[in-house]
């Protein structure tokens, strides 16, 4: 063994010990956050590259389930019940009925050409690096955790009830609207029309 | 938390999952009693006394029969469907109190334990939640069979769930209107006297309340999932085995379950009449700890009573009232179901503004009045006796 190797040995040694000793500091919080984030990482890849539309929304269910758990991590339990209820309980529900419906087979795949497969590409990779600048900006930090300042009713329903209802009563309110209009659309285009035939 | 406390809180949940089970396993006899008796015949009677193991002897037959998968299903979704309409029927009892709290002495500290799995602040939210991801085990198994009755069962039973669980919500809000809380522990302390439990004031919510849980656990008069008449099986047409068994169990723990969740949120939960007094005096006889222990008991007995009660009607209906047609169960949804559950909401904020309680009892007499009118203007039916 030559000196060289002992010292990549020893960088390496180093490396493992240092390693381990940042497992060591993490609480089991960490830990939690570690595992879920590993989870919600390989069931969004699979969204993109299952080859079966059905695998590919049970994954993004999976997705969203994780991004729940993180909503729990982060103390906001009633958002978490919310994205279940609604993304996971009924947006996707409707999904599956829909492709369902549509039995797509494997040779479907086809309809992919290089054109749409590079453009995906592109937009993808500008919304990761908008993300990150946003992220990394001075002015979007978040200040870091401290146990004495912290409001441990921060993410509960009745503080973010008193937000939406007292700060930003007019966005939500608009919110509100916009979705009524959403839905007055949606059943103006599923209504059938005197002459139309029937399904 | 303390060792003690966790001992404890972990031998409640152990009890709970048990008993949620144990009770499952024997709604499958009760059903089929309640099902002779009402139809005039004797049901089980030939395993044990009165019929008793005749649920054990269902699930040794069930394990022991061929497990078949089709060869052109989808193998791991069809393994999964099952799985995870077992799992989502097991998940909900979690944050349901069924009793108010175990008292006792360690090492000279007292220590309260709730008997209910974890006190959540969004108890509410997450049954509903859980209720409504249990449409994926049908859905997942129903696709994955390769088979077109299947498919349709399931497509089926989605659109049901989904129709159902608006107006199941919007008859829900109600209650949290008045309650204040999303926790299932307040909602039943709010209702300890007994004209304040929900049902005295919010006889119009129990009703959609009811017929939507009916139509979320596929209980006949809604039980179009798996309509034999048109869709041979439903969902499970292609399932043999424990699988079958598994989803036939599912729909049982949804029963409990839901029975559970109505009296909780109507009937008080473990509350009945003269609670306080019963309270008062136990623990003025036996002490602040046995005294409180016997008080938790009854009123476990109570819930309890309460759960089996709506197993009951359950059963009862089920074996009463023929199925909807497709058309009407939509129909009831979607044009009847939630613009009373909206004028439900409406009417429970205006009585809550002026602080009276009992406002929804408007729309329920408006209801009996319009209903006794026009049974009254109906013509006659003309009976002509038959002719030999």
């Known amino acids: 063994m030559t000196a060289n190797d002992e010292l990549r040995l020893s960088i390496d040694y180093q490396a493992m010990t240092e390693f381990i000793s940042f497992f060591k500091t993490l609480t089991p919080t960490g830990y939690l956050f570690l595992i879920l984030t590993i989870i919600t990482l390989f069931s969004a890849i699979g969204v993109v590259t299952a080859r079966n539309p059905i695998y590919s929304v049970l994954a993004l269910i999976a997705t969203f389930f994780c991004l729940s758990g993180h909503y729990i991590l982060l103390n906001a339990q009633f958002l978490a019940a919310v994205n279940i209820i609604v993304y996971a309980g009924a947006i996707m529900v409707l999904f599956l009925f829909t492709i369902m419906f549509l039995n797509l087979r494997q040779d479907d795949e086809e309809s992919k050409t290089n054109l749409t497969k590079m453009a995906s590409v592109v937009v993808g990779g500008m919304l990761m690096v908008m993300l990150i600048t946003i992220f990394r900006a001075k002015s979007a930090q978040v200040p870091t955790y401290s146990a004495t300042a912290f409001n441990p009713k921060t993410g509960l329903v009745e503080n973010l009830g008193n937000l939406l209802y007292n700060d930003y009563i007019l966005p939500f309110e608009l919110a509100s609207v916009l979705f009524l209009v959403a839905m007055v659309g949606a059943v103006m285009l599923g209504k059938r029309e005197a002459g139309d035939r029937h399904f | ?388």
């Open chain 2, 1 to 388: 938390m303390e060792l003690p406390v966790l001992t404890v809180k972990g031998l409640i949940i152990l009890a709970i999952f048990g008993i949620t089970l144990l009770i499952a396993t024997y709604s499958t006899y009760a059903e089929r009693k309640v099902a002779a008796f009402l139809q005039d015949r004797l049901g089980p009677n030939r395993a044990g006394p009165w019929g008793l193991l005749q649920p054990i002897a269902d699930a040794g037959k069930m394990f022991f029969k061929e497990d078949f998968i089709p060869s052109q299903a989808s193998k791991w979704l069809f393994i999964l469907g099952p799985c995870l309409a077992m799992l989502t029927a097991l998940m909900s009892s979690a944050v349901i109190p069924f009793g108010d709290s175990v008292r006792f002495i360690w090492d000279k500290v007292n220590y309260e334990v709730a008997i209910q799995g974890i006190e959540i602040n969004i108890g509410v939210l997450y049954i509903f939640g859980v209720v409504s991801l249990g449409v994926y085990g049908v859905m997942v198994g129903g696709w994955a069979s390769n088979n077109k009755f299947s498919l349709l069962g399931a497509i089926r039973a989605a659109s049901q769930n989904i129709s159902y669980e608006i107006a199941l919500g919007l008859s829900l809000i109600t209650i949290l209107m008045m309650t204040g809380s999303l926790s299932l522990r307040a909602i039943i302390d709010e209702q300890a006297t007994f004209f304040e439990w929900n049902i005295f004031t919010q006889p119009l919510g129990f009703v959609i309340f009811l017929t939507c849980s009916f139509a979320e656990c596929n209980r006949t008069p809604f039980d179009l999932p798996e309509c034999e008449t048109e869709l041979v099986g439903g969902y499970h047409t292609e399932y043999s085995s424990m699988k079958l068994g598994f989803y036939l169990f599912s729909e049982y723990i949804n029963m409990f379950v839901s029975s559970a969740f109505i009296s909780c949120l109507y009937f008080g939960g473990f509350h009945y009449p003269f609670i306080n007094e019963v309270n008062q005096a136990l623990e003025n006889s036996l002490g602040a700890v046995a005294g409180h222990n016997v008080a938790t008991l009854i009123g476990v007995v109570v819930m309890f009573s309460k759960i089996f009660f709506f197993i009951f009607f359950f059963m009862w209906v089920r074996w009463t009232l023929p199925r909807f047609r497709y058309d009407q169960l939509m129909n009831l949804g979607w044009k009847t179901f939630i613009p009373l559950s909206i004028l439900n909401v409406v009417l429970t904020g205006a009585g809550l503004l002026y602080n009276f309680k009992y406002a929804t009892w408007l729309i329920a007499i408006v209801m009996i009045v319009m209903a006794v009118v026009s049974t009254a203007r109906a013509p006659k039916p003309n009976i002509v006796p038959q002719r030999t």
